[in-house]
């Protein structure tokens, strides 16, 4: 558990940070956000002590950082910055390995765990664990700062906009990643964003900062549909109904399907069933492309009714957010979008009208919420922003 | 062209009745077969300078080096040639035509290694000129040639020169590296002793190598030291050696990117650590370049101090120069070059084998 009571940073004149206290549960994913300048990245340093507070107290799990020798604080605490900053004159196995040297582990300890970090964020290290830096994609450079912050397996993670220098296709691949990660790992996480999207996607608790101070702390559904103040509602954005979509996973409507390795006509034609489609996958199940049942039995063959399809480019994954999977469904022209996992097996399918029961749910529950009302629900802690409105 | 042209029209080689009064000049063709070989190649090197191809680096290449070769053999035939029952005494040298056609081959050469992609096609030539080298040396004559006599005659003296020579800048770029890295890194931490350090070393860069002898005598002398010998030489040399080492490990620590930076200290490196497991391998590029410029100038700056009595190649210059024999003053020049080449080549490969193929350009696909 990270507690931050009452910090604040100050640069000569300027603060930074001004007097800001809350608490991440073990285990939790707290996402800081704000707009640029706001001091994110100065309230994340301060719990590495990369930047020491002028005032108030960071404690984990009970202890205050400030009685722990700075370097054995952090080579306990996993960070992962935006430009990534990996060494480039060390490979991608080196540059992981980097914290376990530090604690002055033995070889044989780190190298296998090296090797399953590797694996877990998505690089094979058959292949990627002897490259250099220079030549990997932005993406990959990114997984490799994320394997390199966890190998040590440290309880808590910082990591500051760790997927912002990457195209949006890469950076929805690895928040999926992330999530996935993180179930399984269940480190506690202080992220920073200023991706209202990418903030609603990973977090358990969302931390919303303007110049300095913490305007609100509380789940993402809770400032989409009670922000503390004017200014949390505009920051959250307006499209709500769409935002509330970022926090459904398609593991959560999606529903199994049929599906054939193909051949025969006769084999394809009884996978169809009565259904419309019938998936094709390979002998391992990895999602190969589609045949449309209807062309099929207007005696085309099924080569020809087939689709042949890319799982990368054409599925979502369980963790895949709901919002993501229907912008793909947009994107295709499709009212179903197959669901694979992470090997790219076919898992499932997830369909429009699925999406479509659980925006009707979001609808109703927006609809109460009357612009005045949501401005009336402004505490009175803030009499700052009620003058502002008034 | 200048080469062709060299050859044929300037003296190629000076026929002289003894080793210091000047003789008659002769031109290429004294040489025979050697010479029309000669001619031959300098304008294959011509028409594949002029044609280009895919090859063009390869036969430049070639012709580079077929005309070197063909320029010591045909300096051996022409000295034994004209030497032919003459007395011990007359002496054969190197005439102006023979060194532009040097001059055109070392041009060709270079042109050749840098529109050669292959580094197996350069390796292959040149161990071959180093072999053909080697060959004309013990067959081809070469012995005859003044140079090569002022050599027999001073052999232990030179070998002794060198020595000196290496020792002198030697201890001059070993002073710089251990005082120039210190300073580079302390001036990458600290602004004062960046501008401080730097300043004074570039303006010591400024001063003529003569008159630092000079102005060293003053200091010297108050700490109770000649200004003679070796003492004031090297600490003359390692003042020169300083700065090329110093700017160069300021720049390359000062050029490591913030962000790494960054990132070592967030998994907890100390500051030391920092220095010698991120910093120093990613400025290393620079440090050793700085390295080689500095053993390269001070290799030339040595000579100079043979005048305050330190020793080295410079001893056989200057009295080549005051006895008018310039055959002697090339004996020491010309190994103060092979030196300063040997210097550079054994710092690029130094280089190629220390520094991590993460961030060296080329060597990763
Ligand atoms: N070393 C410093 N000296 C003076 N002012 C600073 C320093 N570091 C940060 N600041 C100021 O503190 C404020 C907060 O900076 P911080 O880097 O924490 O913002 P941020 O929320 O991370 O912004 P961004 O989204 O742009 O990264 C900014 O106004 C910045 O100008
Ligand atoms: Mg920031």
């Not at chain 1, 993402?220 to 200014?231: Q, V």
């Not at chain 2, 294959?44 to 010591?72: D, E």
């Amino acid at each position: 558990m990270i507690t931050l009571r009452d910090v604040t940073k100050r640069y000569g004149e300027v603060t930074a940070v001004d007097g800001v206290s809350f608490e991440v549960p073990s285990g939790e994913v707290c996402v800081l956000i704000g707009p640029s300048g706001c001091g994110k990245t100065t309230t994340l340093r301060m719990i590495n002590r990369l930047i020491e507070p002028t005032s108030g107290s960071i404690e984990i799990d009970g202890q205050d950082v400030m009685s722990v020798r700075p370097e054995e604080l952090r080579r306990h605490i996993g960070y992962v910055i935006q430009s990534v900053g990996l060494f480039p004159h060390l490979t991608v196995a080196e540059n992981v390995a980097t914290v376990p040297k530090l604690l002055g582990w033995e070889r044989r300890r780190y190298e296998p765990k090296v090797r399953e970090l590797l694996g877990i964020v998505g690089l094979p290290p058959a292949e990627y664990a002897d490259k250099y830096p220079r030549q990997l994609s932005g993406g990959q450079a990114q997984r490799v700062g994320v394997a390199r912050a966890l190998v040590a397996d440290p309880p808590l993670l910082l990591m500051d906009e760790p997927f912002g220098a990457v195209d949006p296709l890469t950076r929805e691949r690895l928040q999926a990643e992330f999530v996935r990660i993180q179930r399984e790992l269940k480190k506690t996480v202080i992220f920073v964003t200023h991706d209202v999207d990418e903030a609603i996607k990973l977090a358990d608790r969302i931390a919303l900062m303007r110049s300095g101070n913490l305007e609100q702390y509380d789940t993402p559904e809770t400032l989409l549909d009670h922000p503390a103040s004017k200014f949390v509602h505009d920051f959250m954005g307006s499209d709500r109904a769409l935002k509330r979509l970022g926090r459904a996973r398609v593991a959560n409507v999606m529903r199994t399907v049929e599906s054939t390795t193909g051949g025969a006509r006769s084999v394809v034609a009884e996978a169809c069933g009565g259904s419309r489609f019938v998936y094709l996958t390979d002998e391992r199940g990895v999602l190969e492309g589609w045949v449309d049942c209807k062309v099929l039995d207007a005696g085309t063959p099924p080569e020809e009714a087939g689709t042949t399809v890319d799982w990368h480019e054409a599925a979502v994954h369980p963790e895949t957010t709901l919002k993501d999977a229907l912008s793909r469904m947009l994107g295709f022209g499709f009212r179903n979008v197959a669901v694979v996992d992470a090997d790219g097996r076919l898992v499932g399918e997830v369909s429009l009208a699925a999406i479509e029961g659980t925006m009707a749910d979001a609808d109703t529950h927006i609809a109460n919420l009357e612009e005045g009302e949501v401005l009336g629900a402004i505490p009175e802690e803030s009499p700052a922003e009620r003058d502002e409105l008034t | 062209m200048v080469a062709l042209a060299g050859c044929l029209l300037l003296p190629f080689v000076e026929f002289r009745p003894n080793r210091i009064v000047s003789g008659t000049f002769e031109t290429v063709f004294v040489a025979g077969v050697a010479s029309w070989a000669l001619v031959a190649l300098i304008a294959l090197a011509l028409v594949v300078a002029l044609a280009p191809g895919r090859v063009r680096g390869s036969l430049l290449l070639v012709a580079g080096a077929g005309m070197g070769l063909a320029l010591l053999w045909a300096l051996g035939v022409a000295a034994v040639h004209l030497q032919e029952g003459a007395p011990a005494i007359v002496r054969v040298s190197v005439g102006p035509g023979a060194w532009l056609v040097g001059l055109g081959a070392l041009i060709v050469w270079f042109a050749g290694t840098r529109a050669t992609a292959s580094v197996l096609v350069r390796r292959i030539a040149g161990v071959a000129v180093l072999l053909g080298v080697a060959a004309i040396a013990m067959w081809g004559g070469l012995g005859e040639l003044s140079l090569a006599r002022e050599y027999a005659v001073q052999s232990r003296r030179f070998w002794t020169l060198v020595r000196q020579h290496l020792v002198l800048a030697g201890t001059g770029v070993g002073f710089g590296v251990l005082i120039g890295i210190p300073l580079g890194v302390a001036a990458s931490r600290n602004r004062v002793v960046r501008d401080a350090g730097l300043g004074i070393a570039s303006v010591i860069q400024t001063i003529p190598s003569m008159a630092m002898l000079g102005l060293l005598i003053a200091p010297l002398a108050a700490l109770g030291l000649t200004a003679i010998g070796t003492t004031p030489a090297v600490i003359a040399l390692t003042l020169y050696a300083l700065l090329p080492i110093m700017r160069n490990t300021f720049v390359g620590l000062a050029g490591v990117d913030a962000a790494v930076i960054d990132a070592g200290r967030g998994m907890g490196m100390g500051r030391l650590q920092l220095l010698l497991r991120v910093e120093a391998p990613l400025a290393l590029p620079l440090v050793i370049e700085g390295v080689r410029a500095a053993a390269v100038l001070v290799i030339g700056i040595a000579a100079v101090t043979a005048f305050i009595g330190a020793g080295g190649l410079g001893i056989l210059v200057f009295q080549g120069w005051g006895q008018q024999a310039d055959d002697l003053t090339l004996l020491g020049a010309i190994p103060m070059v092979v030196l300063a080449v040997l210097a550079d080549v054994s710092m690029r490969g130094l280089r190629r084998l220390v520094v991590s193929p993460g961030i060296e350009e080329g060597t990763l696909t």
